[in-house]
């Protein structure tokens, strides 16, 4: 098995590479970012990329619509679908949500999406319709009609800390990895409290 180490290695032609947020500003802009500010971004949009393994030990990724409440992500997939048997047979994901950024501009400009990663633990409710599985209402009208009638429901929530890129700089910072990328708590999720 390869570690982290041995891959930061292998990369860098054997030179140790300092981990990220060491000296690289990325613990800098955590403390000009807010959780709330990531929590915002991610409402505002409905796309993402989750990630898993199959049971297999094969990495997979999927675009995904979902909606986002109470600190939670909310995905409808097909029942018999891989995402469905594989996430429920780990309950690990990790997810990329692109942010776009640019506004007019980026209708003549090339301006990359921001971005806002995580990884997580997922369940995977019951096939049902949409509205039974607890899902926020915004989920269900960004799904065919035909989806809404029987899906899977994978709620996801965030642990640890985003790391997020672009998010809360200027499109001319953005340009530069050690003020665009930050490091943030992803904060409580909602109706669970810190045990202390």
């Given at each position: 098995m390869?570690t982290?180490n041995?891959?930061d290695?292998?990369?860098?032609g054997?030179?140790?590479?300092?981990?990220?947020?060491?000296?690289?500003?990325?613990d800098?802009?955590?403390s000009?970012?807010?959780s709330?500010?990531?929590w915002?971004?991610?409402a505002?949009?409905?796309?993402?990329?989750v990630?898993?393994?199959?049971?297999?030990?094969?990495?997979?990724?999927?675009?995904?619509?979902y909606?986002?409440?109470?600190?939670?992500l909310y995905?409808?997939?097909?029942?018999?679908?891989?995402?469905?048997?594989d996430?429920?047979?780990?309950?690990?994901v990790a997810?990329?949500v692109?942010?776009?950024?640019?506004g007019?501009?980026?209708?003549?400009?090339?301006?990359?999406p921001?971005?806002?990663?995580?990884?997580?633990?997922?369940?995977v409710?019951p096939?049902g319709?949409?509205?039974?599985?607890?899902?926020p209402?915004?989920?269900a009208?960004?799904?065919?009609?035909?989806?809404r009638?029987?899906?899977?429901?994978?709620e996801?929530?965030?642990?640890?800390?985003?790391?997020?890129y672009?998010?809360g700089?200027?499109?001319?910072r953005m340009?530069?990895?050690?003020?665009?990328?930050?490091?943030?708590?992803?904060g409580?999720?909602?109706?669970?409290?810190?045990?202390?």
């Amino acid at each position: 098995m390869v570690t982290a180490n041995q891959h930061d290695q292998a990369q860098a032609g054997g030179a140790r590479r300092p981990a990220a947020g060491a000296g690289d500003g990325g613990d800098a802009a955590a403390s000009r970012l807010t959780s709330e500010q990531v929590w915002r971004a991610i409402a505002r949009a409905s796309f993402a990329v989750v990630s898993y393994v199959t049971p297999a030990g094969e990495p997979r990724s999927s675009g995904v619509v979902y909606a986002a409440a109470g600190r939670r992500l909310y995905v409808a997939v097909a029942p018999g679908s891989w995402k469905a048997r594989d996430i429920a047979a780990s309950g690990r994901v990790a997810v990329t949500v692109p942010v776009r950024r640019g506004g007019l501009l980026s209708l003549l400009f090339p301006i990359p999406p921001a971005t806002a990663s995580f990884h997580g633990t997922a369940v995977v409710h019951p096939a049902g319709p949409v509205g039974a599985s607890g899902a926020p209402d915004e989920l269900a009208a960004l799904l065919p009609a035909v989806r809404r009638a029987s899906c899977c429901v994978l709620e996801i929530v965030p642990e640890g800390r985003f790391l997020t890129y672009g998010l809360g700089v200027s499109l001319a910072r953005m340009r530069n990895p050690a003020d665009a990328r930050a490091r943030v708590p992803v904060g409580t999720p909602a109706g669970r409290g810190q045990r202390g």
